[in-house]
């Protein structure tokens, strides 16, 4: 058996693969095909992506879109629509009104925030299953799959690697940490470091075992404008047209699949840190850690034992 890592810069950020196995360079060579691949359909920055084609003209008329890409937009609506969600896949051009993370960040007027606000309704995307078109009913809508697409990618780069016999794996697609098997010590279990959100990136508050998981964390850190003194982060609230405000600084999720991951750090992020643990305590198939705005440390239940804070 033989081990391979390989580094692979990619949808801005950089992706790391671990894979022990045979035909293990051939394996992880066909997995960045995938992701490269991922990128020309799913990418929001690029305007000829089959993500781009859709704001460009499925408010004119349905457009067909390929199995994978669908699915994902199917996945996002459905868990955009639930109750209560944080989670809103019709989120686009809020995003693209605010441009934090880019040079052309700013903080638009309030008139501004309120015309788009019409545009942030999940409801007017309107699929059609047996024909896998995406149609657009508001002119203006933009569809942004950026909470989720990073699961979903390294889910299905893990699930190519199990169905080619890998005897373990590690997929990190910056941030998103999916792992199978082993880990490299030896270990049935893997530890995984949570990001301290008030110091620089590499900086753990605490580390997570998991085997056959996936651990998400979303943070207020992430990506920050600073204007006249006040801070806003990246994470918005579709029903203000703001950064969310309450005492989460980070939300980690741990469940099987890094989609779900995904799904409910954005989901569950606009709720309190009391709320949060309380409602995944009563899911089963995830875990959650949540960092506070004063630096406190909830997690539920069922990872009494399996998180190890780190001090200092």
């Not at 009563?282 to 630096?295: C, R, S």
């Amino acid at each position: 058996m033989n081990t391979f890592t390989k580094m692979i810069p990619l949808m801005g950020t950089k992706i790391s693969i671990y894979i022990e196995g045979e035909n293990v360079e051939e394996l992880v060579q066909e997995a960045e095909n995938m992701l490269f691949r991922y990128e020309k359909v799913f990418s929001a920055n690029s305007d000829y992506s089959q993500l781009a084609m859709l704001k460009q003209e499925a408010a004119s008329h349905p457009l067909q879109v390929d199995r994978e890409l669908y699915d994902l937009i199917k996945i996002g609506k459905e868990h955009s629509l639930q109750e209560d969600s944080f989670l809103n896949i019709a989120i686009g051009p809020l995003i693209k009104l605010w441009r934090i993370g880019f040079r052309e960040a700013q903080v638009p007027k309030d008139t501004e925030i309120k015309e788009v606000l019409a545009l942030l309704s999940p409801e007017h995307i309107q699929l059609d299953d047996e024909q896998h078109t995406v149609y657009l009913l508001k002119r203006g809508m933009e569809i942004d799959l950026g909470a989720i697409a990073k699961g979903y990618f390294a889910d299905q780069v893990m699930g190519f690697f199990k169905k080619n016999g890998v005897i373990s794996a590690m997929v990190d697609m910056g941030g998103n940490v999916l792992v199978h098997g082993d880990s490299p010590s030896g270990s049935n279990y893997w530890n995984v470091g949570i990001q301290n959100p008030f110091l620089p990136r590499g900086n753990a508050a605490a580390l997570v075992s998991i085997r056959e998981q996936s651990v998400v964390t979303s943070g207020i850190y992430e990506r920050v404008l600073e204007k006249k003194g006040q801070q806003y982060h990246h994470i918005f609230s579709s029903k203000t047209g703001y950064p969310i405000e309450n005492d989460v600084a980070s939300l980690t999720i741990i469940a099987d699949r890094s989609i779900d991951c995904d799904i409910y750090t954005t989901q569950l992020f606009g709720l309190d840190a009391v709320s949060i643990i309380h409602k995944v305590n009563q899911m089963k198939h995830i875990g959650a850690a949540v960092i506070t705005t004063d630096g406190s440390l909830a997690y539920t239940d069922n990872l009494q034992g399996k998180i190890q804070p780190i001090s200092g």
